[in-house]
Structures are given as structure tokens and as C-alpha cells.
């Protein structure tokens, strides 16, 4: 029998699918952001779910899963492989937008703690380097805090090196081994000791494996090829614009001085190669 095809677990849509799947998972992953123990979280819902049934239209975006901790708090966990150049704005509008948009109408006092969790496979742009951060609303002097109800983490997958004690405990460094695996069999060796890797590589398997799953993973590998190769054709068509245009300005710029020298239009033309109109060559008069 052939193994089913392999997808890391920082593909968006594997990821947004073992969240939706496995309530396991879900919890493990939100006490693991959260830094609580997974059996003190009684309830948490995915906001966001995908029907599996339906046909991608390839309109959808994955990226993130929004869910509903306990009832009473909003949390945002989205892989990222592909590096931002603005990624903390990025993220900070996502924080506010998310704490507003889940508390429309609400009091103040009943309005929703939410936190932004990005789980980067790529280099956190940060002076200090650690494995994971977590952001908070604090006073500069005093270090008293604002407010609980706005925070934002950063789990820092290149550097697992840099994991604590708290982190391994926390499972935080066995959902990064998770994410980073790179094969069915990297997976099924974190399996050996982890109830919790267990479900997670199960719900995976079985995400490959379902005709509807399966589908859409698959139709999502395809819109990301085109689109990788749209992007590409569009960076190439720019490159040649660029040249075109650089060549463009070096060609005006030494028809200017062949005129000064006192050259004839044609003159201009022939040394050039390009073909000037009379209008543009008194322009440069």
C-alpha cells in the first residue's frame, strides 16, 4: 500500500484542518500558546470552520484559525512560512481588528480578551533572540499592566535551540518539532511518547486520506503552484521593464549631451539606436 502523500503541518490548510478535526489538538495547542494546562481549559470552539464538503473555489483564504476559548476569550493562532517585511503591523492589525470584530455592541466590561498568536517558520525580526515571546500592554517605568485583554505571542520555530524548561513542559517545543517535521517518519517518532502527537499525526493521516480532504489539499497545492508562478512571471515581466527603462533614461541622457556637442538630430538617432522624435530631442534642448 502507498503511503499517502505528505503534507508539513505548517501548510495552512493541514493546520486550519487538525484544529477543526480534533478537539485534542485544538486544546493542546491553545494551552500550549496560552501557557495553561490543557485540562483547565473546559471548552474552545473553532470561529472559522471550512466545509470540507464544498467545492474550493479558490477565493478562499486559510491562513489563520480563529477560536472561542471557554467562552470568554478570542484567540488567532496562523502559521507563517513566507517572510513579511511589515509583519508586526501585520499582525498587530489583526490583534485590534479581532478585538473589536468579536465584541460588536459590547460593554466595555464584557468585551473579550483576544490574543494574536504567529507560529513563523522563519526568522523573527527581533533583537533578542528566544523561542517563544509573548507581548503585553506595560506601563515603561512602573511595568504595571495595562490591560490583559490585548496580547500578542510569537512562537519562533528556527530556534527550538532556544526552548526552556517551561516550553518543554508547556508543550510549545513539541508542537515546534510538529510543525518543522519534515516526513511521515519525522512525525511517527514524536508519536512514541506523546499521547497528544499521536492525535495530531492521526488527524493528519486521516486529512490525506478522505476523499473531500484530500481534494482540497490537493487544489490548494495547485492555486499555490500558479500562484508561485504567476508571482515569478510578474517579478521577470518587471525586471524587463526595469532594464527597458534604465536603458531608456541612458539613452535620453546621452542624447543630451551628443546635442550639446552640437550633433544633428539623426545624428542622435544612429549613435543611440532609438528613435527619438524631433519634439523629445527639443525637449532636451
Known amino acids: ?20 478535526e480534533n478537539e485534542i489538538a485544538l486544546r493542546g495547542l491553545i494551552a500550549a500558546m496560552l501557557s495553561k494546562p490543557a485540562d483547565a481549559i473546559t471548552s474552545v470552539q473553532v470561529l472559522n470552520p471550512i466545509d470540507f464538503h464544498k ?28 517572510k513579511f517585511k511589515y509583519w508586526r503591523d501585520r499582525a498587530l492589525y489583526y490583534a485590534a481588528r479581532m478585538l473589536s470584530g468579536y465584541n460588536p455592541g459590547a460593554e466595555y466590561g464584557a468585551v473579550k480578551p483576544i490574543r494574536q498568536v504567529s507560529i513563523l517558520d522563519y526568522p523573527f525580526d527581533s ?93 490548494k ?23 527597458e527603462k534604465g536603458m531608456e533614461i541612458k539613452n535620453f541622457e546621452f542624447a543630451k549631451n551628443l546635442l550639446v556637442e552640437g550633433f544633428s538630430r539623426d545624428d542622435v538617432r544612429r549613435l543611440t539606436n532609438y528613435p527619438f522624435s524631433d519634439e523629445e530631442l527639443d525637449s532636451l534642448k
Open 127 to 219: 533583537s533578542v533572540p528566544k523561542f517563544f515571546y509573548n507581548y503585553r500592554l506595560i506601563e515603561d517605568d512602573i511595568g504595571e499592566e495595562y490591560s490583559d485583554k490585548f496580547q500578542l505571542s510569537v512562537l519562533n520555530l528556527r530556534r527550538m535551540d532556544l526552548a526552556t524548561e517551561v516550553d518543554r513542559l508547556s508543550n510549545r517545543l513539541l508542537w515546534a518539532k510538529l510543525f518543522r517535521a519534515q516526513s511521515w517518519n519525522a512525525l511517527e517518532e514524536l508519536t512514541e511518547n506523546s499521547n497528544l502527537a499521536k492525535e495530531v499525526v492521526e488527524t493528519m493521516y486521516e486529512a490525506t486520506t478522505d476523499d473531500n480532504m484530500s481534494r482540497w489539499l490537493s487544489d
Open 1 to 20: 500500500m502507498c503511503e499517502p502523500k505528505f503534507y508539513r503541518l505548517t501548510n495552512d490548510l493541514m493546520f486550519h484542518i487538525v484544529m477543526q
Open 55 to 82: 467545492k474550493m473555489t479558490g477565493k478562499e483564504i486559510i491562513l489563520d484559525v480563529k477560536a472561542e476559548v471557554d467562552a470568554r476569550e478570542i484567540v488567532n493562532v496562523e502559521v507563517q512560512v513566507r
Open 221 to 243: 497545492e495547485i492555486l499555490e503552484r500558479d500562484r508561485a508562478a504567476q508571482e515569478a512571471y510578474a517579478r521577470e515581466e518587471n525586471m524587463i521593464k526595469g532594464m
